[in-house]
Nanobody, 124 residues
Framework: QVQLVESGGGLVESGGSLRLSCAASRLTFTIYTMGWFRQAPGKEREFVAAISWNGGSTFYGDSIKGRFTISRDNAENVVYLQMNSLKPEDTAVYYC?????????????????WGQGTQVTVSS
């Protein structure tokens, strides 16, 4: 059974940084586009970032462009989300997801596998 396990969430002050990690197991990591989504209380799930199977292409949501960076380590089956200049509106549960690389639309919600999520809270 495929597992995506997020870590690195927590409480940080406004302007601070966090790095989220997502460790994937029981899947052929290099055939999957990896993405990060987030969901704040009372809001719909929102696309944050995605990275192609080889790391050659990255995609970002408008609200986080210039502040967040997605990367992956295919040798370790891990995808990262470096979050800088955090704002209170970044507070949400952050989810890692995997989509087969033959599927189009890296920003869409049609991912094959999802993690359980990690809470990020940014205080003002």
């Amino acid at each position: 059974q495929v597992q995506l396990v997020e870590s690195g969430g927590g409480l940080v002050e406004s302007g601070g940084s966090l790095r989220l990690s997502c460790a994937a197991s029981r899947l052929t990591f290099t055939i999957y586009t990896m993405g990060w989504f987030r969901q704040a209380p009372g809001k719909e799930r929102e696309f944050v970032a995605a990275i192609s199977w080889n790391g050659g292409s990255t995609f970002y949501g408008d609200s986080i462009k210039g502040r967040f960076t997605i990367s992956r380590d295919n040798a370790e089956n891990v995808v990262y989300l470096q979050m800088n200049s955090l704002k209170p509106e970044d507070t949400a549960v952050y989810y890692c997801a995997a989509k087969h690389r033959m599927k189009s639309g890296p920003t869409g919600p049609n991912y094959d596998y999802w993690g359980q999520g990690t809470q990020v809270t940014v205080s003002s």
